[in-house]
């Protein structure tokens, strides 16, 4: 079955710096891509989608890219701020179904 | 969330009780989930449905039944509750099934406890 891994530990930068979360599959190609972010006590929010077809994708300060062959997607918030501290979710769609997969999660820290 | 409400927030409930979590749309979306979430496990889903009265399993089904009558009410209802399931529910809605480019709207969760 697929699989999601996103690094469990967190992920602590500067201010202003570029964080860059990983989300790595193990079995199918997903026909798209998710990325949510998650406050405590809070649902997840959507923030970006990307297409199997499409290698990278850019929303404001976020960018995220997709490599099917290296089975990965690297999401990246440039010139970070401590509103941005987090959990960020990586999501893909389950083979053959309307119905999506999530990983467990990378808590970013931003300080000050 | 706009849109997407549950209820209740929060509730505590004894093993073996049966308990009911309702999840409230007003955006008309086709798809509706319920998903389950723990610390390691991520976001977990136990049933989903595409239209009333469709509804299908998810990888976390056992213990846990669903009913859609209308497009804006999704029901989860635990028959004999259990401490495994104590448990953060959220419920999600989508139009095109998380394949158009506004991905899922999530509720704000339902924090279950089974003593």
């Known amino acids: 079955s697929q699989k999601i891994e996103q690094n469990s530990e967190a992920l602590n930068i500067q201010e202003g710096k570029t964080a860059t979360l990983t989300c790595n599959y193990t079995n199918y190609s997903p026909a798209y891509l998710q990325w949510y972010r998650q406050d405590p006590g809070r649902g997840p929010v959507f923030l970006l989608l990307?297409?199997?077809?499409?290698k990278e994708k850019r929303k404001e300060r976020l960018k995220v890219t997709f490599d099917t062959t290296l089975k990965q997607s690297l999401f990246h918030i440039t010139a970070s701020q401590p509103a941005d501290s987090a959990t960020y979710l990586c999501a893909l769609d389950m083979s053959g179904g309307f119905k999506t997969i999530f990983g467990a999660g990378t808590r970013l820290f931003v300080k000050a | 969330d706009a849109g997407i409400t549950q209820s209740p927030r929060h509730k505590v409930t004894e093993t073996g009780t049966p308990v009911t979590l309702r999840c409230h749309q007003t955006?008309?979306?086709?798809?509706m989930y319920w998903y389950r979430q723990d610390p390691g496990h991520g976001l977990r889903l136990i049933h989903y449905s595409y239209g009333v009265k469709d509804t299908d399993k998810g990888e976390v089904s056992d213990g846990y039944s669903v009913s859609r009558s209308k497009t804006e009410d999704f029901l989860l209802t635990l028959e004999s509750a259990t401490s495994s399931q104590t448990s953060v529910y959220f419920c999600?809605?989508?139009?095109?099934?998380?394949?158009?480019?506004?991905?899922?709207?999530f509720g704000s969760g339902t924090r279950l406890t089974v003593v």
């Open positions: 990307i297409r199997e077809n499409e």
């Open positions: 999600a809605i989508s139009e095109g099934g998380g394949r158009e480019d506004y991905g899922y709207t």
């Open positions: 955006e008309n979306h086709r798809y």
